[in-house]
């Protein structure tokens, strides 16, 4: 798990919070897995994140909804990496 994520996590003994839900969702790909980790969403009016990971990048999108903002955190990372391979 990247720090940054597991950060989030952290209370300040260093324990993981316990009132956060987090799901982790791993996707196959040519060059590994897109991992997906998304925590939050504990209510319907309640605001998460979902983070996205493939190959070192990682995306980071906020949202209410828990499916859209996956797909958005995926659809920022797909972005992301075109953008990557045009520069190159």
Known sequence: MPAEIRAAFLDTEG????????????IPAEA??????????????????????YNGLTVVVKGYNRKKTIIRALTKLHESLLKIKKDS
């Open 32 to 53: 590994g897995y897109i991992k997906v980790y998304v925590f939050g969403f504990l209510r319907d009016s309640a605001w998460g994140q979902a983070y996205a990971e």
């Open 15 to 26: 324990a993981f919070k316990m009132s956060e839900r987090m799901d982790m969702i791993f």
